[in-house]
């Protein structure tokens, strides 16, 4: 007998000197419980080391980003290093494992391999539940079948027969039942697959119509920065007027370099260069200097500028 759960009493009935048809009918029960058993025994072996690894995975993968959650945090009340950024790092690797984890869960109800194995489980214990049964109560009637009494012996026979039609009809009521229950749990996994590829998608449309509004915004930004980049590549004219008298000529300053000499009260200065440049005019009155300046924001194009002495 096998050291599990899963083993009940061998009566071994077929060894009992028993009508054929009887022996037959307990063989062939015997023989079906035993593929039955086999078949879920194989399925319960192969989701076995996914559902014991993946929780231990899973607890140690979910403790991991705890921990790089909780000391990410903490570095952040330490004063950093220059040139160092490592609760970032702490803080990107436990969200990659917290990513993990509802990927792994994700797959899990997807594929409902633990649900499954509990399914399996439970349906090995009730045919076990079954068979020890059945063999008590058919233990009970090889004695009345093996007493000599003809009439005795057919009708324990005939409670034999209707006994193994009874476990028959038992075993199949469990595989019907776990037959109806995975397709209960793939249409509740396919509902859930599709409710989250909605949320998926949504999400993911949400976060490229950012990103093209940030591409927009971007670009826009760009237009606006080569449009001033090509204002302060125009070149900037002045068109100066000297009011008041003075003697001689004028002499005009930009940024207290010489850049024009003239008589009259109207100068043309070409090319200067934009942004804010100090203008001055000095010039002569019965042998008195005049000096006047202004602070100019010098624009691209033609502006005009009045001085007065």
Not at 16 to 26: D, F, H, R, T
Not at 47 to 63: E, I
Not at 224 to 243: C, D, Y
């Amino acid at each position: 007998m096998t050291s599990d759960t899963f083993s009940t009493v061998d009566f071994k009935l077929q060894d009992y000197p028993l009508p054929e048809k009887i022996k037959s009918a307990l063989s062939q029960v015997d023989s079906i419980r035993r593929n039955r058993f086999e078949y879920y025994q194989t399925l319960r072996r192969k989701s076995s080391k996914w559902v014991h690894g993946s929780r231990q995975f899973l607890a140690w993968a979910a403790a991991l980003a705890f921990l790089f959650t909780a000391v990410g945090t903490g570095l952040r009340f330490v004063p950093p290093t220059p040139g160092t950024e490592h609760d970032k790092w702490l803080l990107l690797i436990a969200l990659f494992l917290y990513s993990l984890v509802a990927a792994l869960s994700l797959y899990e109800r997807a594929t409902d391999t633990v649900s499954a194995y509990f399914r399996h489980v439970t349906i090995i214990l009730a045919m076990r539940d079954l068979w020890g049964k059945f063999q008590f109560e058919v233990f009970k009637e090889i004695p009345v079948a093996l007493d000599g009494d003809v009439t005795a012996t057919a009708a324990a026979g005939d409670r034999i027969v209707a006994l193994c039609s009874a476990f028959l009809v038992d075993l199949d009521k469990l595989s019907n039942g776990e037959a109806t229950e995975w397709r209960t749990e793939f249409l509740a996994s396919l509902s859930e697959l599709e409710t989250a590829a909605k949320e998926g998608r949504a999400s993911a449309t949400t976060g490229l119509e950012e990103q093209l509004k940030r591409a927009e915004k971007a670009v826009q930004d760009a237009v606006a920065a080569a449009a001033r980049i090509e204002a302060t590549l125009k070149p900037s004219h002045i068109n100066l007027t000297l009011t008041g008298n003075f003697d001689g000529e004028a002499v005009i300053f930009i940024d207290e370099a010489e850049v024009a000499r003239s008589p009259g009260a109207r100068i043309g200065l070409e090319n200067v260069k934009a942004g804010p440049r100090k203008l001055v005019a000095r010039a002569l009155k019965d042998g008195k200097s005049l000096e006047v300046s202004q602070i100019v924001d010098v624009q691209p194009g033609v502006q005009s500028v009045t001085l007065a002495f």
